[in-house]
Each structure stands twice: as structure tokens, then as C-alpha cells.
């Protein structure tokens, strides 16, 4: 896959705390699986709202508290940076 250089700015002390996880691998090659990642999820959040657009076409609005409850998972899931359980 082709590579284009470019030029970032980045929070200081996350670019401090990564150097210092990477070590002696590539900060670029880190910074693109990165990339690659954030943009996968990205693209799965797309299909998921595809996916409920289409589920409401076919069966009417969700409900306001299943939408609550989508959405306390999701902010769960972010600042863990795993998934919720569901209950």
C-alpha cells in the first residue's frame, strides 16, 4: 500500500507516553495502525447506523429508553475502551 509523508500535531504527553510504549519500533508504523483501527471502528459505527436506520424503516422509531440504554453502553464501552456487558 502506497505511503504519503505528512505532518502531525500531536498532544505532547500522549506523544511522550507513546514513544516511550513503541521504543524502538516505528512512532509512523504505530501512528498508522492507529489510524487503520480508528478508521475501522469508524466504519463499523456507519454499518451499525445503517443497519438501525433500516430496522426502523422496517418496524417504526425505537423506543426513547432503548435508545438510553444503546447510549450508556456506548459511553461505557468509550471510556473503557472495551465493551459494556449488557444487562
Not at 508504523?29 to 483501527?37: C, E, L, M, R
Not at 422496517?58 to 456506548?74: N, R
Request: aromatic letters at 4%.
Amino acid at each position: 500500500m502506497p505511503k504519503e509523508k505528512v505532518t502531525l500535531t500531536l498532544n505532547t504527553n500522549q506523544l511522550e507516553e507513546l514513544r516511550s510504549v513503541v521504543d524502538a519500533r516505528s512512532l509512523s508504523a504505530t501512528v498508522d495502525h492507529a489510524v487503520s483501527a480508528y478508521l475501522s471502528q469508524l466504519r463499523h459505527l456507519r454499518a451499525v447506523d445503517q443497519w438501525l436506520a433500516e430496522l426502523e424503516a422496517e418496524h417504526g422509531p425505537v423506543a426513547p429508553e432503548t435508545l438510553e440504554w444503546a447510549a450508556q453502553i456506548v459511553d461505557e464501552w468509550e471510556s473503557s475502551g472495551r465493551p459494556a456487558e449488557a444487562s
